[in-house]
């Protein structure tokens, strides 16, 4: 991911990997997506996506799991 400051504005969005539908956790901060998606199941968090202005990675890439 290329931006790295933690104020960067994001979507934090969930991917369901059946269906291929997308539905958005939240709009704001990067800090904040880590903090929403860190609460969420583990269920959940494999198809969580973090999203910036010029790429996408997955959560758990992210956060090295």
Do not use: K, P
């Amino acid at each position: 991911m290329r931006t790295v400051d933690a104020e960067a504005a994001v979507r934090l969005y969930h991917l369901d990997s059946d269906s291929g539908a997308t539905t958005t956790l939240l709009y704001g901060s990067l800090a904040q997506a880590l903090q929403q998606a860190a609460l969420e199941a583990e269920a959940i968090q494999e198809g969580l996506f973090v999203q910036t202005s010029n790429d996408v990675v997955a959560y758990l890439d992210l956060i090295g799991e």
